[in-house]
């Protein structure tokens, strides 16, 4: 089914780009450095790009192994936008809708596990993920 959060609304660029003016405005005053978007597509940057003032500083984008979005990544490299990654173990948990059949969680992966045991990550579950690091 649809898990999508019933107080969610489509984008609507206008109304993007109004609040982002205002945050244009926190730079002009000095209260912040940078600004910034997340898991915004490249149409949608595209538009930003065409009618921003201070472009985007970074994009914060779901970036793991088995999902990687090379387009986006190359995208905001070309424009000087910084990439923030975010769920770099994968998202086990997410919602049915934006799951495909060949969808793996990177922890599942013996790759992967490998590596988080040779670096001693220890994952209790899919659903919970606690990492430690030996910080020898």
């Known amino acids: 089914g649809d898990t999508r959060n019933p107080l969610s609304r489509p984008y609507i ?3 993007f780009m109004a609040c982002w003016r ?3 405005k926190l730079v002009d005053m000095g209260l912040v450095k940078h600004i ?3 898991n915004v597509t ?4 595209k538009l930003i790009l065409r009618d921003c003032r201070i472009k985007p500083a970074v994009n914060e984008m779901e970036l793991h192994p088995c999902f990687q ?14 990439i923030i990654g975010f769920c ?8 049915d809708r934006d799951k495909t059949d060949t969808d793996v969680a990177d922890i599942e ?10 670096h001693y ?3 209790i579950s899919a659903e919970r993920s606690v990492m430690i690091w030996d910080l020898r």
């Open 13 to 15: 660029h206008e109304e």
């Open 69 to 82: 979005q090379p387009e986006l990544y190359d995208f905001c490299k070309e424009n000087d936008i910084q």
């Open 109 to 118: 992966l013996p790759e992967i596990q490998e590596i988080l045991i040779k």
């Open 22 to 24: 205002q945050m244009e």
């Open 88 to 95: 770099p173990i994968g998202s086990p948990t997410r919602p």
């Open 121 to 123: 990550i220890f994952i």
């Open 42 to 45: 490249i149409p949608k940057l």
């Open 36 to 38: 910034g978007v997340s």
